[in-house]
C-alpha cells in the first residue's frame, strides 16, 4: 500500500504527463501495472493506452472475416480479461503480438484490394 500511496501522490503532482519511468528515484514494485502507468505518464498516458486498446478493437472487429481480425479481436480481449490486473500493453515482450496482427491485417487488406 506504501507504494500504492507513492504513485498516487506523484500522479497528483504531475497528473498530465507524470514523472516519466524514473526508475532509480521511485520503485517500481507498483501491484498494477495501470497505476504505474498513471504515475510514470499521467492522463496523456492513460489516453494513450486507452486509444491503441480502443483501436485495436476496432480494427479486430471490423475486420472478423478475416484471419488477422479475428486473431487481433480475440487476442485483445483475451489479453483485456487474462491480464486484468497487470498490463501487457507496455511491455515489449507481449506488444510485439499486437504489432504483428496489425501489420497482418494491414497486408491482408491491400492484397484483396489488388485482387
Known sequence: LDTLQIAIDNFRKHPFFGIGPSKN???????????????????????????FIIYMLYKGFSNLSTISG?????????TL???LTNN??????LMSVNILLLI????????KNYV
Open 70 to 78: 479475428l486473431s487481433l479481436f480475440l487476442y485483445t480481449i483475451a
Open 104 to 111: 497482418m491485417l494491414k497486408y491482408e487488406r491491400n492484397e
Open 25 to 51: 528515484e521511485f520503485s517500481t514494485n507498483v501491484d498494477s501495472e495501470y497505476i504505474l502507468i498513471m504515475m510514470r505518464y499521467g492522463v496523456l498516458g492513460i489516453v494513450t493506452f486507452t486509444s
Open 88 to 93: 501487457a500493453y507496455s511491455g515489449y515482450q
Open 81 to 83: 480479461v487474462i491480464m
